[in-house]
């Protein structure tokens, strides 16, 4: 009898463990990319809404934002339940997500949305970019699901203003210095995320952060040389949520080929951000490996690190002179 029980009880953990691995392979399937035009379109058509300068890039910030909640799982980030508590590729992808949303929330705040340094800001940017702060550890009240759910209302509520015709407070200008303001920032992410990717392996590192101005000074003193490298614990969770961050920019670029159409024809600069845009896909590309390698760079085994981190340097170099372009007269 007791022999029985015994193996019953194996036989039931067993199952469990078996359904456990299941859904956390359905909630960690990555998310492919998407026609962000599109969606726009469809999104306007379904809401009666007419296309006007800065739908797209709102729609897109809207997307990302939802999607956190709302994908298989919702967010897992902070839950704290089998099979989400041993999950950790997935939840990195949000939080590289989660960054990104972050940053174009801000921009929209004070750049995108505001005619002048003088202008007062939108109300229901202020609450979106407030909400999508908040921590994405945190689950109790409030937890992170619902400010980012609030964070969507108050975005939606800002674009069905931009469309109103008898609205004039809400606006999204679409300008060449606006445009350059907001890249400048995706170059630090993307210059950080290779950074961290080629770590992968470990390199020395001469100190270069006060090259160039002789008068420059920094408040600790730090070595003139140091190694960076990344724990093996980390790898994937970097990889991931350098994932999840290209995956992000990646269709914000797309939605700003479509809202800044005007600014980049007039600089014969929509070849360079579709250049950029492709190099970002290739991010995106499907992994056959079981696991993510890290092998050293001219080893036998593969370093997926260094493979996403070429793409995201080639994109970086690409926005750089992107960036210099949309600034000449």
Known sequence: MAISLKKGIIAGLSVVLFLLWVVSLYWGWMPSSYDVRTKAIA?????NQQIVPGYTTTTTLIDMTNWLTEKPGGFLANDITPPALFMDNMPSFEYGVLEQVRDL????RLDFSRSQSQSSGDKDLETAQTKVNISHKNWALP?????YADAVIALKRYRGRLVATDEKDAQFYTRADNLSDWLREIEKRLGSISQRLSASVGNDRYNLELAGDPTAQQATETADESQV???WLEIDNVFYESRGATWAILHFLKAVEVDFAD?????NARVSLKQIIRDLEATQ????SPMILNGSGFGLLANHSL???NYVSRANAALIDLRSLLEQG
């Open 285 to 288: 590309e499907t992994i056959w």
């Open 105 to 108: 929330a801000l921009v929209m």
């Open 143 to 147: 937890s992170a699901e619902g400010e």
């Open 263 to 267: 600014v980049l024809e007039k600089k």
């Open 43 to 47: 999104e306007a058509q379904a809401n």
């Open 307 to 309: 493979v996403m981190a």
């Open 229 to 231: 490298k990344t724990s």
